[in-house]
């Protein structure tokens, strides 16, 4: 059986905690049965536990984790309960409560909640990374006063540290109660990690599980933005790496929508770099878009142009499933662009080429030319079609640019 405590974040607040008693949850991987007796006693044990249904009818922060509870167990009943307050006192009630009925029986307990909302992703970083180092003390008291300082330290656009506080420290308590010895952070990442995220107003998210015994000691989580242009090169199995997340980001959306988060990768693959993907289908160009500007890590812009790539090249239908197989993926990280004062410096093989006039532009990857067999002043002219632009109009008043990339394809690794 699965205990989940939600936050209620839809009806007027109470000191309580609110369970739905009975019947089941419906979602599109079928019903997940409540287990009755077990509400039954919780409320026997302590008035506290009641029967609310308007508190479950529009709160979502227990449902999002009942397809989780079908997938790993697909027979456990699950007993919903939303938390009413993170008054310290009561949620330590709550979790000794909870301990006491669940004693002796084969029980998880999951507390739901995000992290911080909704301040930039360094920020957001910062406050997490303590908030679930609180949690890990398997302390309280340390979860409550880390809030605090938090809340009142003058960080921008923060609405919480962890809207599901009430939850958290109700099931610290019961995990104690029930025998639980240490905390461990197994997971942190924030909305601005995701493919299409944004840096600037994020939310939290991270896991801490609490178990009986010692456990190893943590590792740091590997921040999206933490690595510097002095990261090194790519190392063959960095892009190796890159080439999954790439097939993994257009498979995973074909699939059910959803894209993968880019994350333990090496220092290399962190360094905010330009980036193309390029796809081939049976050799023929199947999709090409990419990333010019160095404001995104180098794993993340990949995941972002393989799906633009598949599904946005405004040249080609969007990929299907059925043609994944048939598909190689290429990957082009660019190096920074240097304006050159003319066409004479472009090596044809090794550099990629901008152009920009008139309020247009267009860009063709190193490996561009020598594919299509072109001489230097044929690649400019197609540039310039590419472009809109007048076929020659590179040969005055146009700024030319060039870079380097690092070309590697699944057929290579």
Known sequence: MVVILGTNHTTAPFNGVALYPRGAFRTPLGDAVIDGKIATALMAEDAMFMVRPEAHAREHSVEVQVPFVQQLFPDA??????????????????????????RGKNALIVASSDLSHYPNYEDAAEVDLRTLAAISSFDPAQVATAADDAMSGGIRDLSTCACGQGPILTAMTAAKEMGATHGRLISYANSGDAAVGEYDRVVGYGAVIFAPGPVS????????????????????????????????????YLDSGMTPLPRNFAAAARVPQGAFVTLKKRGELRGCVGHMAEDLPLCRAVCGMALMSAFEDQRFQPVAADEMKDIEVEISALTPFKRIPDAGQI???????????????????????????????????????????????????????????????????
């Open 217 to 252: 000691a943590d590792a740091a989580p590997v921040l999206m933005r933490s690595a510097d242009s002095t990261a090194g090169e790519l190392t063959a199995a960095d892009k190796k790496a890159l080439l999954a997340l790439a097939r993994r980001s257009i498979e995973w």
């Open 347 to 413: 090596v044809l093989g090794r550099d990629g080429v901008v152009i920009r006039k008139n309020g247009r532009s267009a860009v063709f990857l190193p490996q561009v030319a020598t594919e299509q067999g072109w001489t230097r002043d044929e690649m400019l002219d197609q540039l310039c079609r590419k472009a809109g632009l007048p076929v020659g109009s590179w040969r005055q008043n146009a700024e030319l640019f060039t870079f380097q990339a690092v070309v590697f394809s699944e057929s290579e690794h």
């Open 77 to 102: 009943r699950i007993v919903p309960a939303v938390v009413g307050t993170s008054d310290l006192r009561l949620c330590t009630r709550f979790g000794r409560t909870l301990a006491a009925v669940l």
